[in-house]
């Protein structure tokens, strides 16, 4: 019997849903120590022994993490590769010397993820219904993400979009025809589906309309960030050139955007940039600051931090942000009015999404009978307040936040493989 295999492969983590002969689904789990996990982090580090001309070293998920916080400044950690799958302007990087392709980096943190398992299984890979970048190309993104799975020595893969599986597995918990709008939430994008599901029929789940938006965790984190740390490392400063004040430098905040750009910002010419604009400015410290963050490379230590506070707005009316380094101390109250003026104009933009969606499908959202709901940023209340003021409250399901992509992966590869004029 061919083993059918669901890979979510995420911007901050990933995923393996396994189709069972009894038809279920379950999760893969991964040890770490003492503790069990039914997610891997999305990330890579690299190293080599004692920085010498050794053969290159990796590891992925939490133990690329532990490899790279026990040598930060010797590792290299590469993070959200799924956001440049459909960027064309990003081919290649240089690791320690040696070129790598991003194809080429999907394709070794997929062999750390499977270890050499599921080898001759069915692979239902999952992608967004639109990939994240400003100027993504979405069929370009998907084919580079095909080439990173052959990359990791698997040949035909089937792919089927994220929201659409999240909605399979969510209907295998209804028992009457519905309409089912279904929201999926990573670290990169976010995608809907509108979907229509009839118990009984050869295909029970029809799509109607998809739609993303590059608009996500990832940009809740950086809002807080931009507001609330940035300012404190020089943003909005400024410093004298010629006998004019020239505003500090936009660009040396741009990493925040996404965290594993900080780590690209670490070389020589970027930290003296820094310096020499520091050495112009009344006050250095605070550039001086910056460029300590970056050559101490603490990004993930910081993106820790503030994913923190922002689940811990979600659950209070504030939380307190403590970051502290080289003689800084980051120490400031935010609270849930503050963070959701600050992500407001990203609520607007998922909500014309969802909007969007809707008018492609042809239905109202009255006529909508269910809600489901997966991904942590689902649980921001302002962005609960988007379903709820458009569907009402009680249609809104949530759950699976982190696995029920996979799963509907698995159960849609259970379906194409019966049920072959759909694959």
């Known amino acids: 019997m061919t083993q059918i295999v669901g890979i979510d492969f995420g911007t901050t983590n990933t995923v393996v849903a396994v189709l069972q ?114 100027f993504a190309d979405d069929d370009f993104g998907e084919t580079r993400l095909r080439a990173g799975y052959a990359d990791a020595g698997f040949g035909e893969i089937g792919t089927a979009l994220e929201p659409e599986a999240a909605g399979y ?42 739609g993303g938006v590059g608009i996500a965790g990832d940009s809740f984190d950086y809002r807080i960030i931009d507001h609330a740390v940035s300012p404190r490392l020089g943003k909005g400063g400024v410093y004298k050139t010629m006998g004019s004040d020239m505003p ?43 460029a300590t963050l970056i050559r101490e490379e603490l990004g993930y230590q910081l993106y820790q931090t503030v994913s ?37 104009p990203d609520v607007a933009k998922l909500g014309a999404t969802v909007d969007q969606v809707l008018e492609r499908s042809g239905v109202k959202a009255e006529e909508i009978d269910r809600v489901f709901l997966t991904g942590g940023t689902s649980f921001v209340p302002a962005v609960r307040r988007i379903f709820e003021g458009r569907f009402g409250g009680e249609k809104i399901s949530a759950g699976g936040e982190f696995v029920s992509v996979a799963e509907g992966l698995a159960l849609i590869g259970q379906d194409r493989l019966t049920r072959p004029s759909r694959s």
């Not at 969510?170 to 599901?197: C, E, K, M, Y």
């Not at 955007?257 to 010419?269: F, G, I, N, Q, V």
């Not at 940039?273 to 910056?290: F, G, H, Q, T, Y």
């Open 21 to 134: 002969p009894d038809g279920s689904v379950r999760t893969q789990r991964f040890e770490v120590g003492t503790e069990v996990f039914d997610v891997f982090r999305t990330v890579l580090c690299f190293w080599r022994e004692h920085g010498g001309a050794r053969a290159l070293e990796h590891a992925g998920g939490p133990h690329g993490i532990a490899a790279y916080l026990d040598d930060p400044i010797d590792s290299r950690l590469i993070m959200s590769m799924k956001t440049y799958l459909a960027q064309r302007s990003f081919t290649q990087t240089n690791i320690f010397g040696r070129i790598f392709t991003l194809e080429q980096m999907v394709g070794v943190f997929l062999r750390a993820l499977l270890g050499g398992a599921h080898a001759g299984a069915r692979i239902i890979a999952g992608r967004p219904v639109r990939f994240a970048g400003e």
């Open 169 to 210: 597995r969510f209907t295998r918990t209804l028992d009457q025809p519905a309409t089912v709008l279904v929201g999926d939430f990573g670290g990169g994008t976010s995608d809907f589906s509108v979907l229509r599901f009839t118990p009984g029929n050869a295909h029970p789940v029809e799509s109607l309309a998809h």
């Open 248 to 290: 500090v430098p936009i660009e040396y905040y741009a990493g925040f955007a996404r965290w594993h750009r900080l780590s690209l910002m670490r070389t020589p010419k970027m930290l003296r940039d820094i310096e020499e604009v520091a050495r112009a400015c009344v006050d250095p410290a605070p550039l001086r600051s910056l």
């Open 308 to 344: 923190a506070v922002k689940a811990a707005l979600s659950q209070a009316d504030s939380a307190r942000l403590q970051f502290s380094f080289d003689g800084v101390s980051l120490d400031e109250e935010i609270t849930r009015e503050k963070f959701e003026a600050w992500i407001a």
